[in-house]
């Protein structure tokens, strides 16, 4: 059976690559070299996503490649400081630019986009000057661009309404799944908060909604067999019309499906397995999209559902308030622990951080969720009409802004974030072992039972200890990848000493070492004025940079970095100091390391390009 599904797996991961259909566009551009001149491109824009600090971004799907009918996503990039509006779902376009592969990191432990991107099957983009895009005035009709133009009626009708900008995009993320205008201050509140979960419409919204339309459509369940498909037609179609609304990411995708079988469950009086309703979704969303395993937001999600339905009953059991309103703050309280429990192992691995304080701001802003969410579902049905009195408008915008002050109360006590927390693959691994043969003892309580903690719980510390001892031993120099800025570092005894040229701003630093320091569990020490000789484990590295200064007097350096475009000639240098490696850094002109690369391969002196290779290391 195992082996079954692993070749049904294969299968699906082979049948949904479009690179395996002769009507993908790299097919069509096999014999071109499409990466190195300007072709002719009709494209459509599929999705917005969040703009970057320098670009706003689009996937766009491929309708013709110069004259040949082809398919495929590309990501879109347009300069963020151009006057160009933001692009609408569904229009169509044509250019005449470059496809280049979507970089791949260049500093070690930085995030990989271009593995993002590749799980959606993006594997190339194109970056444009508005000017380079020609309108063809047609529109692609589809789902997504329905509910795009659901979603833009809506808010040209809020913003007729004395909502703020900020809570107009709490509303956008909240209630029509689009966090791109939410600014990095607010995200971070909200992360900071360990509320993050409540921007990405999901389960928790949809599971609300289901139980909303029950409520709501109850009386239809007094006209028996009809009534019961009647309700069920209605909310299965409601469940859905909010999905697509709401952008019908992965999240939305597995809360939809889970909850509709839900739905149907309840609606046939049989006994419902969220189990089963879980498992069932998993297979038929992976049947349609395989790589959504590999999804944060879809691991994330279901681990939650999972936690909370194995968990919380068990912790409800530990203490049972008498008063009703005691009694649903602890079940709140339970759900909230619950899930945090189940995701805490992956949240440190991915986020590499940890909020104590989550409970306070789930606690408060959790048993009000449904209210405000219900709220915001009838406010925006009488914005698109035009029928919202502003009574409930100032109301709802009053529970928005009270939501956020909650969240930036919370998310300011950073002595209770803990951040930059180092967490393996393996730590991750055992974790989750010691968390789930806990959940199984103390399931069914027996005294005897607490010795099968003591070996999951044991190679937990034997795995802590053996990473611990791996990065205090763990040594190397590092020229890093930064653009006009010659940086090298040295890590030893969990310290990195970094070497630059100018000055480092805070926000470089967290670009350029932030992941690196905190998966070898090391701190930055001081940044000192970069040298031209370096001494590291026996190897002796000069540094050439514009000053083109360098001795020739028994001085033969084992590698030579080329800093800031010097001007001097290759072939003589080598000649000269007959280097066993050259590094060239992203501070050089290009023109001058595509020279350099020629004059290297003719020497037959290995040459490091780290605008191609990445970041050059030395252990």
């Not at 069509?28 to 300007?38: A, I, R, V």
């Not at 909010?242 to 739905?263: D, Y």
């Not at 691995?349 to 104590?356: C, G, M, N, S, W």
């Not at 989550?358 to 925006?380: A, D, K, R, Y």
């Amino acid at each position: 059976m195992i082996a079954f599904f692993l070749v049904f797996g294969i299968a699906l991961v082979q049948i949904h690559n479009p690179k395996n259909y002769s009507n993908h566009y790299s097919t069509h551009m096999h014999q071109k070299t499409y990466t190195e001149s300007d072709i002719g491109i009709r494209f459509y824009i599929k999705e917005r996503l969040k703009p970057s600090s320098y670009y706003t971004n689009y996937i766009v799907s491929i309708k013709f490649i110069d004259t040949t009918a082809a398919k495929g996503n590309l990501l879109l990039q347009i300069p963020r400081d151009s006057t160009l509006t933001v692009l609408d779902i569904g229009n169509t376009y044509t250019t005449f630019t470059t496809l280049k592969t979507i970089p791949k990191p260049l500093n070690p432990d930085q995030f990989n986009y271009a593995k993002y991107l590749n799980n959606q099957y993006i594997f190339d983009k194109i970056t444009l000057q508005p000017h380079q895009l020609i309108n063809n005035h047609k529109i692609e009709h589809s789902i997504s661009y329905l509910a795009d133009q659901i979603r833009k009626h809506i808010r040209s009708k809020l913003l007729s309404y004395n909502f703020t900008s900020k809570e107009l995009s709490i509303i956008n993320a909240l209630l029509l799944g689009q966090r791109q205008n939410i600014s990095q201050e607010t995200f971070n509140e909200y992360r900071d908060a360990g509320a993050i979960h409540i921007l990405a419409v999901s389960g928790l919204h949809v599971g609300i909604l289901l139980l909303i339309l029950n409520l709501i459509l109850k009386p239809l369940d007094n006209f028996r067999k009809k009534g019961v498909i009647i309700k069920l037609i209605l909310t299965i179609t409601a469940l859905w019309s909010f999905a697509v609304i709401a952008g019908l990411s992965p999240s939305v995708l597995r809360a939809a499906t889970m909850f509709s079988f839900l739905a149907i469950g309840m609606q046939i009086r049989s006994k419902v397995s969220i189990y089963n309703s879980l498992f069932i979704s998993i297979f038929i969303l992976t049947c349609f999209s395989p790589l959504l395993l590999f999804s944060v937001g879809f691991q994330l999600s279901y681990l939650a559902v999972f936690s909370i339905v194995w968990i919380q009953p068990l912790l409800v059991r530990i203490y049972r308030p008498r008063f009703y309103i005691s009694r649903k703050l602890w079940e709140t309280f339970t759900v909230t622990i619950a899930a945090q429990l189940g995701l805490l192992p992956l949240t440190l691995f991915y986020f590499h951080q940890f909020p104590i304080l989550f409970f306070v701001s789930n606690l408060m802003i959790i048993p009000f969720l449904g209210g405000i969410l219900g709220l915001g579902i009838v406010t925006i049905l009488l914005a698109a009409i035009d029928m919202l009195p502003k009574i409930i408008a100032t109301v709802f915008g009053l529970s928005i802004n009270t939501m956020n002050l909650i969240v930036s109360w919370v998310a300011q006590q950073e002595a209770f974030v803990i951040k930059n927390i180092s967490f393996s693959s393996n730590l991750l691994i055992t974790l989750y072992l010691v968390i789930v043969v806990s959940i199984i003892v103390f399931h069914n309580y027996n005294r005897s039972k607490l010795y099968w903690l003591v070996a999951p719980t044991l190679l937990l510390s034997l795995v802590f200890i053996y990473e611990e001892h791996i990065s205090q031993h763990s040594e190397e120099f590092i020229i890093f990848h930064n653009y006009h800025n010659t940086t090298l570092g040295v890590l030893q005894n969990k310290q990195l000493q970094v070497y630059s040229k100018d000055s480092i701003s805070t926000k470089t630093q967290n670009f350029l070492f932030g992941n690196y320091l905190i998966e070898n569990r090391a701190t930055l020490d001081t940044t000192i004025q970069l040298r031209n000789i370096y001494q590291y484990k026996k190897q002796t590295i000069l540094v050439i940079d514009s000053s083109s200064i360098y001795s020739l007097k028994k001085f033969y350096p084992d590698i030579i970095l080329l800093s800031n475009s010097p001007k001097i000639h290759l072939d003589r240098v080598i000649d000269s100091l007959h280097p066993k490696q050259i590094v060239a850094d992203a501070s050089n002109y290009k023109r001058h390391m595509d020279q350099w690369e020629i004059s290297c391969e003719k020497r037959e002196v290995p040459f490091h390009r780290i605008d191609k290779k990445g970041a050059f290391i030395i252990k």
